[in-house]
């Protein structure tokens, strides 16, 4: 899957029962495509779970967070 140059998305925190939040203090707008692949997480206040597969150093996160579609 592609994320599009211009998607805003959240990086990824550590929170209740050592589950995976998004961090809205770690918001991104992409400034390139990014490959991504779906995570098997339960998503969380309208938002799901991928992992950056390419290019792997282009954000300090690997997890990132964007909205489901509605």
């Not at 550590?14 to 203090?25: C, K, T």
């Not at 918001?27 to 990014?34: A, D, Q």
């Not at 098997?40 to 964007?66: E, H, M, Q």
């Amino acid at each position: 899957m592609i994320l599009k140059k211009g998607t805003i998305c959240y990086g990824s925190e550590l929170g209740e029962y050592n589950m995976f939040y998004p961090a809205y203090d770690q918001k991104y707008e992409l400034t390139m495509n990014v490959e991504v692949t779906k995570l098997a997480w339960v998503g969380y206040d309208g938002f799901k779970a991928v992992k950056v597969l390419s290019p792997t150093d282009y954000l300090p996160v690997r997890v990132l967070w964007i909205p489901e579609p509605a």
